[in-house]
């Protein structure tokens, strides 16, 4: 595999700087679950209540993201930063000393004006790459995801526990703000020159949010759906086992196989079509279970699904950026962050419930099963997605 395409993509410019902005700003984001779980939980409370304010936080996220989007659109880049960055300063700075009725009322409205930096960085990144070096693009800003998801929930734990809810919450508040901050002040383009150039064209929603674009974002939350219940399946699987012990080494090396995928993927002369990619990382789940209890040999089962994770959600964003129209790309990928968040938030439960009725195993078959299903699901719709949705476009309604 060629390193070379990788070093085109970072010589054309603002694209070495998004990614890295992106990968620090992304960290504080992805501590912002656990931390608030664990603050609960220190309160006194049960998982239930730490549960309910991550489902209404999430509820939050899933009705805004499309929303910043859209504003992004309409408005720009930076007045959307600032209101949401204001937003998560004021939530986190005082969210640990709010009673817990009234921290779970906040949480719904930090949720809904959550900093969209991962939209963000997705729709600026397909305004900077020509269209034939997205695949590429897109692999690496999956890689960066994955580093911050290793970091962020890691360093939230370890907050908590050194240093208590004030000030790891207050630490969450000041990261947040800077993330906000430098994406204000870098304020990347949302639309390449090209795009800029061409005549604007009102365009209604229902002429880019087709039946296939349905069924690509459908496929997005597939993909999620599979990658939350395996983890807990691969979680589930180790404390049944009694090796509790090897949980985070277990899951770090999970991650690993997506960033060699990832990084494999986006070097290929040629990419695939997310069917082919999450439809195959949810028929290759289906059997991991049947390893057994033996942690060792279930990461070498996890292989080949796990090489297939970045590639696969990667793949959904950039058919996303050629199907949307620029003027709409805001909002498309405020609902790709939607679809996201629906995938993981159906699986915890559903997964859940296997686990404990079934056991561990069935769990990693479900995971499976519900990844290809949806992929037959959108198969009949893949082909109606009109030509024309892939023409630049500068204006939406």
Request: aromatic share 6%; glycine share 12%; net charge positive.
């Amino acid at each position: 595999m060629a390193i070379e395409p990788y070093r085109r993509l970072l010589a054309l410019p603002g694209v070495r700087t998004l990614l890295l902005v992106g990968l620090v700003a992304r960290v504080p984001s992805t501590a912002m679950g656990i931390t608030l779980t664990l603050h609960i939980r220190s309160l006194g409370l049960g998982w239930l209540a730490a549960g309910a304010v991550g489902a209404v936080t999430t509820v939050g996220m899933a009705v805004g993201s499309p929303l910043a989007g859209r504003f992004v659109d309409r408005h720009g880049l930076r007045p959307v930063l600032a209101v949401t960055t204001v937003a998560q300063l004021a939530f986190w700075s005082c969210a640990w000393a709010l009673p817990y009725p009234v921290l779970l009322v906040a949480s719904v409205v930090a949720g809904l004006l959550a900093l969209p930096v991962f939209s963000v960085i997705r729709q600026c990144l397909a305004a900077l790459v020509p269209v034939e070096q997205r695949r590429i693009g897109f692999s690496l800003d999956s890689i960066m995801v994955e580093l911050s998801y290793m970091a962020g929930p890691a360093l939230g734990v370890m907050g908590i526990t050194v240093l208590g809810s004030a000030w790891t919450m207050s630490i969450v508040a000041v990261g947040l703000t800077c993330s906000g901050a430098a994406l204000i002040l870098l304020n990347p383009p949302t639309r390449s020159a090209e795009e800029l150039e061409a005549p604007a064209e009102k365009v209604l929603r229902r002429q880019w949010l087709t039946p296939g674009l349905i069924a690509l974002l459908g496929t997005a939350s597939a993909a999620t759906f599979v990658l939350t219940a395996s983890e807990l399946s691969l979680v589930a699987t180790l404390e049944h086992a009694g090796d509790t012990a090897w949980t985070g080494l277990a899951i770090g090396l999970w991650c690993a196989y997506s960033l060699v995928g990832g990084f494999v993927y986006g070097g290929l002369s040629r990419g695939f079509s997310p069917l082919v990619l999450v439809g195959g990382m949810g028929v290759l789940t289906i059997p991991v279970g049947l390893v057994g209890g033996d942690w060792r040999w279930l990461l070498v089962a996890l292989l080949p699904a796990g090489l297939l994770c970045a590639p696969g959600l990667s793949s959904t964003v950039e058919t996303l950026s050629r199907w949307v129209p620029a003027g709409a790309r805001g909002e498309a990928m405020g609902l790709h962050g939607t679809a996201l968040l629906i995938g993981g938030a159906l699986s915890a439960p559903i997964a859940g419930a296997v686990i404990d009725g079934a056991g561990p195993g069935w769990a990693f078959a479900l995971a499976g099963l519900v990844g290809a299903g949806m992929v037959l699901v959108a198969l009949p719709f893949w082909r109606r997605v009109p030509a024309q949705a892939e023409q630049p476009v500068t204006a939406a309604a």
